[in-house]
């Protein structure tokens, strides 16, 4: 006989008096720790509306029925494909250090060894923040987290370990840079320009996700209206002139590792998200335009595995409501999320105690991707918090242990399997109501922009860092081998360092001294005059609102004018961010 | 009279590294146990860092450094205070510090490393105690504000 509301409604009443409370009772409990679902939880009828099938409007269950790793999986195990190490048209592990040419020597040494992806570039902090490696700003911080970039001749340097078959016509490039993400980009443009490849055939990635800097990530330069100015004319100048390039990838795990709770995590990416698409409306696009070159980087990050999951499903149906029914895009390749990680832990999960168990907890981050649309994989190695840089063992092992939830436990091979489960439809449904009133607020404030320049983003974000905080230090939230089972008698596996370091250290330590140099030498060099009057223009450019920005930019870089003037010159037009107070 | 002020602590964030997540924590938290905190924001250079933490006259400066470069900006903010004859000033660092690296930052004269899963009542202790013996004849007096403060920090009062 067909279950009737009311009949579960009664058995669900006759289950808590005669089974559920005596139990809490027995064991002298206020509640039960554990909660139990049923169709009474979630409307399970609108199957459709709500959930819809794999690749189809609202994207709740996934992208696409399967993904090209997905097609080619069994292919990869064959032939032992390594995705860190790129090919397959894709780029290699993110990377950089020291000057151009110490990391340009690194990527052919990779290259010899079969690592032929595209470079996915770390840039040091000095050029993220727009300065010069001479810059007084830079001391002691060039080339350490990532390479130093002051000029065209640095990035073209980087590029001279592709060449031939690995041209930038055949590999693709991703950029983690945000501020200076336009004086970038126009490096790449020239850099094709000077190898004759039309800008057509470039592909790839730049970050280009400055609201979430001003909320998590710090790389800040201008204040965020000129900012988002920028954001604008890059947007307009890679769809005119290189449609095959990303316009940008916005990142919500950013804001989560800088303390958010999910709820805000959602709801601020989202907002950064509108705020992107309206920069290109203002810019003259069509929505269909340009959304589909937007990426995402990734979005929430946290131990809580459920929660995580329906974080993925509620994203991508409010990405793909937003877009269509707020912007009225026709495109569905406009209303996805595209994210190379769906699900993980975070970064700010692993713990520097006890490191080995990091390897546990992104297992089990990867089990929540396997299971939400996307790759199943272990992230991030286990040696995260211990300081820069992965050692070889750790990439070794979450590599291992994403193939483990691919091949042996086969993960991925249900297209979201939480579909249609009481519990998961209801979690769903909860993270986007809360989210969606979270955006509501941002919105009634005027957005993303006027929500960061009154405080109010940053400020919520460093409040609710605190308030974990003082959860893990009451005990009221727990962390293995941080706040519980930390006595004497619980032991800290080791493992033994066996393999090289993945930078030297040698060319690390001295890198910023080599890189003052090379930096004196080309400015004795270069034209001045030219320099000049390109930076001139760019100045008379940028205070006329209306003008996009890129071609003066592509005519600074091109004569050798570098990343801090041009920024420098910007700073003196736009002004500079002012740090947040608390 | 030291009864009369608060312990002073100014949080700063040398160099380009944009990771607040550890600053704002400790200076929430620093404020709940009853410290004046003033935080610097993003991106100051050690010249900077030296001069506010004399001009606001603080007992303690807090660095907080993610981006691998606190020997060098620590080294820096030392000399900077040792210049101008403020050394007396307890020195903390906090972040992603190598353990190889502990030592170098003591011997620069710095009072405590504080590192991931560092609890703030332990930041808190330490302040406390290095102060104490730094000047000995003040220790009762800051015992017994102690014992007020944390009165207030049960009650969930949390920074504005």
């Given at each position: 006989?067909?279950?009737?509301?009311?009949?579960?409604?009664?058995?669900?009443?006759?289950?808590?008096?005669?089974?559920?409370?005596?139990?809490?009772?027995?064991?002298?409990?206020?509640?039960?720790?554990?909660?139990?679902?049923?169709?009474?939880?979630?409307?399970?009828?609108?199957?459709?509306?709500k959930?819809?099938?794999?690749?189809?409007?609202?994207?709740?269950?996934?992208?696409?029925?399967?993904?090209?790793?997905?097609?080619?999986?069994?292919?990869?195990?064959?032939?032992?494909?390594?995705?860190?190490?790129?090919?397959?048209?894709?780029?290699?592990k993110?990377?950089?250090?020291?000057?151009p040419?110490?990391?340009?020597d690194?990527?052919?040494?990779?290259?010899?060894?079969?690592?032929?992806?595209?470079?996915?570039?770390?840039?040091?902090?000095?050029?993220?923040?727009?300065?010069?490696?001479?810059?007084?700003?830079?001391?002691?911080?060039?080339?350490?987290?990532?390479?130093?970039?002051?000029?065209?001749?640095?990035?073209?340097?980087i590029?001279?370990?592709y060449?031939?078959?690995?041209?930038?016509?055949?590999?693709?490039?991703?950029f983690?840079?945000?501020?200076?993400?336009a004086?970038?980009i126009?490096?790449?443009?020239?850099?094709?320009?000077?190898?004759?490849?039309?800008?057509?055939?470039?592909?790839?990635?730049?970050?280009?996700?400055?609201?979430?800097?001003f909320?998590?990530?710090?790389?800040?330069?201008?204040?965020?209206?000129?900012?988002?100015?920028?954001?604008?004319?890059?947007?307009?100048?890679?769809?005119?002139?290189?449609?095959?390039?990303?316009?940008?990838?916005?990142?919500?795990?950013?804001?989560?590792?800088?303390?958010?709770?999910r709820?805000?995590?959602?709801?601020f990416?989202?907002?950064?998200?509108?705020?992107?698409?309206?920069?290109?409306?203002?810019?003259?696009?069509?929505?269909?335009?340009?959304?589909?070159?937007?990426?995402?980087n990734?979005f929430?990050?946290?131990?809580?595995?459920?929660?995580?999951?329906?974080?993925?499903?509620?994203?991508?149906?409010?990405?793909?409501?937003?877009?269509?029914d707020?912007?009225?895009?026709?495109?569905?390749?406009?209303?996805?999320?595209?994210?190379?990680?769906?699900?993980?832990?975070?970064?700010?999960?692993?713990?520097l105690?006890?490191?080995?168990?990091?390897?546990?907890?992104?297992v089990?981050?990867?089990?929540?991707?396997?299971m939400?649309?996307?790759?199943?994989?272990?992230?991030?190695?286990?040696?995260?918090?211990?300081?820069?840089?992965?050692?070889?063992?750790?990439?070794?092992?979450?590599?291992?242990?994403?193939?483990?939830?691919?091949?042996?436990a086969?993960?991925a091979?249900?297209?979201?399997?939480w579909?249609?489960s009481?519990?998961?439809?209801?979690?769903?449904?909860?993270?986007?109501?809360q989210?969606?009133?979270?955006?509501?607020?941002?919105?009634?404030?005027?957005?993303?922009?006027?929500?960061?320049?009154n405080?109010?983003?940053?400020r919520?974000?460093?409040?609710?860092?605190?308030?974990r905080?003082?959860?893990?230090?009451?005990?009221?939230?727990?962390?293995?081998?941080?706040n519980?089972?930390?006595?004497?008698?619980?032991?800290?596996?080791?493992?033994?360092?066996?393999?090289?370091?993945?930078?030297?250290?040698e060319?690390?330590?001295?890198a910023?001294?080599?890189q003052?140099?090379?930096?004196?030498?080309?400015?004795?060099a270069?034209?001045?005059?030219?320099?000049?009057?390109?930076?001139?223009?760019?100045?008379?450019?940028?205070?006329?609102?209306?003008?996009?920005?890129?071609?003066?930019?592509?005519e600074?870089?091109?004569?050798?004018?570098?990343?801090?003037e041009?920024?420098?010159?910007l700073?003196?037009v736009?002004?500079?961010?002012?740090?947040?107070?608390? | 009279?030291?009864?009369?002020?608060?312990?002073?602590v100014?949080?700063?964030?040398?160099?380009?590294d944009?990771?607040?997540?550890?600053?704002?924590?400790?200076?929430?938290?620093?404020?709940?146990e009853?410290?004046?905190?003033?935080?610097?924001?993003?991106r100051?250079?050690?010249?900077q860092?030296?001069?506010?933490?004399?001009?606001?006259?603080?007992?303690?400066?807090?660095?907080?450094i993610?981006?691998?470069?606190?020997?060098?900006?620590t080294?820096?903010v030392?000399?900077?205070?040792?210049?101008?004859?403020?050394?007396?000033?307890?020195?903390?660092?906090?972040?992603?510090?190598?353990?190889?690296?502990?030592?170098?930052?003591?011997?620069?004269?710095?009072?405590?490393?504080?590192?991931?899963?560092?609890?703030?009542?332990?930041?808190?202790?330490?302040?406390?105690?290095?102060?104490?013996?730094m000047?000995?004849?003040?220790?009762?007096?800051?015992?017994?504000?102690?014992e007020?403060?944390?009165?207030?920090?049960?009650?969930?009062?949390?920074?504005?």
């Open positions: 006989m067909k279950d009737s509301r009311k009949g579960i409604e009664k058995a669900a009443e006759k289950w808590e008096a005669e089974i559920l409370k005596p139990r809490v009772k027995r064991f002298n409990l206020d509640r039960s720790p554990t909660s139990f679902h049923t169709p009474l939880s979630c409307d399970t009828t609108h199957f459709l509306d959930v819809g099938f794999p690749g189809q409007f609202p994207f709740t269950a996934g992208n696409n029925p399967f993904d090209f790793w997905k097609a080619h999986a069994k292919t990869a195990a064959l032939f032992g494909f390594r995705p860190d190490w790129g090919g397959a048209g894709g780029v290699g993110y990377g950089g250090f020291g000057t040419a110490d990391y340009r690194y990527l052919l040494r990779m290259q010899s060894m079969g690592r032929k992806g595209g470079p996915n570039i770390a840039f040091d902090l000095v050029t993220q923040c727009g300065y010069d490696s001479d810059s007084p700003y830079a001391e002691g911080e060039v080339g350490r987290v990532g390479v130093a970039v002051s000029s065209l001749r640095d990035f073209s340097i590029y001279e370990a060449t031939g078959e690995l041209d930038i016509d055949k590999v693709p490039s991703n983690t840079i945000n501020a200076p993400a004086v970038i126009a490096m790449y443009a020239c850099l094709a320009g000077k190898r004759g490849i039309p800008l057509t055939k470039l592909r790839g990635t730049p970050q280009n996700d400055i609201l979430k800097e909320i998590a990530r710090g790389t800040h330069i201008f204040p965020p209206r000129p900012s988002m100015r920028l954001f604008r004319d890059t947007c307009v100048f890679c769809r005119s002139h290189m449609p095959s390039l990303n316009i940008n990838s916005i990142g919500g795990y950013h804001i989560r590792e800088a303390g958010a709770t709820t805000q995590d959602l709801a990416s989202m907002a950064n998200g509108i705020a992107y698409v309206e920069a290109g409306l203002e810019g003259g696009l069509a929505v269909d335009e340009f959304a589909p070159a937007f990426t995402f990734a929430g990050g946290s131990m809580e595995i459920y929660h995580e999951i329906a974080f993925q499903r509620a994203a991508r149906r409010m990405w793909a409501h937003i877009i269509r707020r912007f009225g895009a026709k495109d569905p390749r406009s209303m996805t999320i595209r994210q190379p990680i769906t699900a993980h832990i975070g970064c700010s999960s692993t713990t105690q006890r490191p080995l168990n990091n390897l546990a907890r992104a089990i981050g990867g089990m929540g991707a396997g939400s649309g996307g790759i199943p994989g272990a992230f991030p190695p286990f040696d995260e918090p211990l300081g820069l840089g992965h050692s070889q063992e750790a990439v070794q092992l979450q590599l291992d242990a994403t193939r483990i939830m691919i091949y042996e086969k993960v091979d249900v297209c979201d399997p579909a249609g009481y519990f998961m439809e209801s979690l769903t449904d909860e993270t986007e109501e989210a969606l009133a979270e955006l509501e607020k941002i919105g009634n404030m005027g957005g993303a922009v006027a929500a960061i320049e405080g109010y983003m940053p919520a974000v460093a409040k609710s860092a605190y308030e905080q003082k959860k893990i230090e009451s005990q009221e939230e727990f962390v293995v081998g941080v519980c089972f930390v006595d004497a008698h619980e032991i800290d596996v080791s493992i033994n360092r066996g393999v090289e370091a993945t930078y030297d250290p060319l690390k330590r001295t910023e001294e080599r003052k140099a090379s930096l004196a030498e080309l400015k004795r270069r034209n001045g005059k030219g320099v000049v009057a390109s930076l001139k223009n760019l100045k008379d450019q940028a205070r006329d609102q209306d003008k996009n920005l890129m071609p003066a930019i592509c600074c870089v091109e004569s050798d004018a570098t990343l801090q041009i920024c420098d010159v700073r003196e736009f002004g500079e961010a002012q740090p947040v107070k608390l | 009279m030291v009864q009369e002020s608060r312990i002073r100014l949080i700063a964030k040398p160099g380009l944009g990771h607040e997540r550890g600053a704002h924590v400790v200076a929430y938290g620093l404020r709940d009853g410290f004046e905190v003033i935080y610097t924001g993003l100051q250079t050690p010249e860092i030296v001069s506010a933490a004399v001009q606001e006259d603080v007992d303690v400066v807090g660095l907080s993610l981006s691998g470069a606190h020997l060098s900006l080294r820096k030392m000399e900077g205070l040792k210049a101008k004859g403020a050394n007396d000033i307890l020195v903390t660092v906090g972040g992603i510090i190598p353990e190889e690296d502990r030592e170098a930052l003591e011997r620069m004269g710095v009072g405590g490393v504080f590192t991931s899963g560092s609890k703030i009542k332990d930041i808190a202790a330490h302040i406390r105690t290095r102060l104490g013996e000047c000995p004849h003040e220790e009762e007096n800051r015992g017994l504000f102690t007020g403060t944390q009165a207030t920090a049960g009650t969930g009062h949390e920074g504005q």
